[in-house]
């Protein structure tokens, strides 16, 4: 997984802004696939972040399935954002860094800290040890 400063986010291109949750989804009405959303408003500037299918399923399913790393993306998110509960994400404060208009929103960071959370290269990733990606040292 990418380990992103700001100078070199910068450095690659990237245009960073601030921007605060307004809305927070987990949602698995869409194609059978649970999904993670962030509604970020920067002012004028507003995305969605998220979107990942992290499981499958549906109501009235009779069989759900998610990975490991599905739920250590949602622990990333909240980690780098600073929050402890999944409910306390709505109304905080995140750096978005966007390559301008078009671009999917992929990478998010601290408000305060120099903290970045990289969700392509965190799912695309070889996947070596689970303990590895899930940040874990011995």
């Given at each position: 997984?990418?380990?992103?400063?700001?100078?070199?986010?910068?450095?690659?291109?990237?245009?960073?802004?601030?921007?605060?949750?307004?809305?927070?989804?987990?949602?698995?009405?869409?194609?059978?696939?649970?999904?993670?959303?962030?509604?970020?408003?920067?002012?004028?500037?507003?995305?969605?972040?998220?979107?990942?299918?992290?499981?499958?399923?549906?109501?009235?399913?009779?069989?759900?399935?998610?990975?490991d790393k599905a739920m250590v993306y949602v622990m990333r998110?909240?980690?780098?954002?600073?929050?402890?509960?999944?409910?306390?994400?709505?109304?905080?404060?995140?750096?978005?860094?966007?390559?301008?208009?078009?671009?999917?929103?992929?990478i998010i960071g601290n408000i305060l800290k120099d903290k970045?959370?990289?969700?392509?290269?965190?799912?695309?990733?070889?996947?070596?040890?689970?303990?590895?990606?899930?940040?874990?040292?011995?």
């Amino acid at each position: 997984m990418n380990d992103w400063k700001q100078d070199e986010l910068i450095a690659e291109g990237y245009e960073l802004w601030n921007a605060r949750i307004t809305h927070v989804d987990l949602d698995m009405s869409e194609h059978g696939c649970i999904t993670m959303w962030l509604t970020l408003d920067g002012g004028g500037k507003c995305v969605c972040y998220g979107g990942v299918c992290l499981g499958h399923g549906y109501v009235g399913s009779k069989h759900f399935d998610a990975s490991d790393k599905a739920m250590v993306y949602v622990m990333r998110v909240m980690d780098v954002i600073g929050v402890s509960k999944f409910s306390q994400l709505r109304g905080e404060y995140v750096r978005v860094a966007s390559k301008g208009w078009g671009d999917t929103v992929k990478i998010i960071g601290n408000i305060l800290k120099d903290k970045w959370f990289d969700s392509e290269s965190f799912f695309t990733e070889e996947e070596t040890d689970n303990k590895e990606w899930a940040g874990y040292t011995e």
